[in-house]
């Protein structure tokens, strides 16, 4: 039963930080990129990379919820 508090937030783990900085890195990778540069294969590439970053990061604050 909630009493409508939160409780506080835990510190992330070595493996939970680690998977953090690789989903920044491949952002910031991105975003380094000259689109103009990349074929078709290339941005579809980038775009698959990013949707499975997004999802590691989504997967992780369901694990940091979750009591």
Do not use: C, N, W
């Amino acid at each position: 039963m909630s009493d409508g508090q939160t409780s506080p937030p835990r510190a992330l783990t070595d493996h939970e930080r680690a998977r953090l900085d690789y989903a920044r890195r491949e952002l910031e990778s991105a975003r380094a990129e000259d689109l103009e540069d990349l074929d078709a294969a290339g941005l579809i590439f980038m775009v698959e990379r990013l949707r499975g970053r997004l999802s590691e990061v989504l997967d992780l604050m369901d694990e940091i919820k979750r009591p």
